[in-house]
């Protein structure tokens, strides 16, 4: 195959296209650094919540980590799929 169709840019395309994906995942980490952090300050100021507000922020990361999971499963995917098998 010639021109923008040949296998080294498409498989160039795949490694450059795997990078971005995996910029997904400075989002999750950064937000549930936040909400750990929120979390820890909410505990501090009321002792008694430390049950609820676990299980909440425990929940609402398990929900925000599906985004860098998602971009993970999408980079390999563009890694090791072959387009011409």
Same mark, same amino acid.
């Given at each position: 195959?010639?021109?923008?169709?040949?296998?080294?840019?498409?498989?160039?395309?795949?490694?450059?296209?795997?990078?971005?994906?995996?910029?997904?995942?400075?989002?999750?980490?950064?937000?549930?650094?936040?909400?750990? $952090?929120?979390?820890?300050?909410?505990?501090?100021?009321?002792? $008694?919540?430390? $049950?609820?507000?676990?299980?909440?922020?425990?929940?609402?990361? @398990?929900? @925000?980590?599906?985004? $860098?999971?998602?971009?993970?499963?999408?980079?390999?995917?563009?890694?090791?799929?072959?387009?011409?098998?």
């Amino acid at each position: 195959m010639d021109g923008i169709f040949n296998k080294e840019f498409v498989q160039g395309c795949s490694a450059l296209g795997a990078g971005i994906a995996m910029i997904a995942g400075l989002g999750p980490g950064i937000g549930q650094g936040i909400a750990a $952090g929120q979390g820890a300050a909410a505990v501090g100021r009321n002792p $008694g919540a430390r $049950g609820t507000v676990m299980g909440t922020m425990i929940l609402g990361q @398990a929900i @925000a980590e599906t985004t $860098g999971l998602y971009s993970l499963i999408v980079a390999i995917l563009l890694i090791f799929v072959n387009p011409w098998a």
